[in-house]
């Protein structure tokens, strides 16, 4: 969040050879990035298969939160912000008061949508676990590749109820109906 509010709110140089920067793991094939964290992660730092595995999820999903938390603050009104400030909020308490209540939908939805990506990224995933960790969708995959039965496809809609529930939920709690006058 903090980067998509630097990348709308304020013009700066580089600017757009940074927003190129945050949006570059689109342009590489997922498998690429998977192997590519992998020597780096595990085999360069060292690090532990959870550790690599957040870090490896958190670069692919960082390129959805910019664009749909910078496509809400495209549309907010700055001027509100700078009016809170001319009547004595500080930086920090304007941002939690007035900016991200106002974005809050955009906020849900990019993180829906970057843990939507993220659960599908089996690639990426595949390259970062090691023996005794593994994913749900690497797990589902495995199963459907040695099992022929309809366990799979039981869960699959489990997580698509599951999914509709939430999103009825936000769309209760954050939808467009709140905005009706």
Not at 135 to 146: A, D, G, K, S
Request: hydrophobic share 50%; net charge positive; glycine share 6%.
């Amino acid at each position: 969040m903090p980067a998509a509010y630097g990348l709308s709110r304020f013009d700066f140089k580089g600017k757009s050879l940074l927003k190129n920067f945050f949006f570059s793991p689109l342009m590489i094939p997922a498998i690429v990035v998977g192997f590519s964290l992998f020597q780096f992660l595990l085999v360069k730092l060292n690090l532990t298969v959870t550790s690599s595995l957040l870090i490896g999820h958190i670069l692919v999903i960082i390129p959805y939160i910019i664009r749909v938390v910078g496509s809400s603050l495209e549309v907010f009104d700055y001027a509100i912000e700078e009016a809170a400030m001319s009547l004595g909020c500080k930086k920090s308490q304007t941002f939690f008061k007035v900016v991200l209540p106002n974005i809050t939908s955009g906020v849900m939805a990019a993180f829906m949508l970057a843990f939507i990506n993220s659960f599908n990224n089996v690639p990426v995933s595949m390259f970062l676990t090691g023996p005794g960790v593994s994913t749900l969708p690497i797990t589902m995959m495995n199963y459907v590749e040695y099992n022929y039965d309809p366990t799979v496809s039981a869960l699959s809609v489990i997580l698509m109820i599951l999914t509709i529930g939430i999103m009825y939920i936000l769309e209760k709690t954050l939808g467009l109906s709140n905005f009706s006058a």
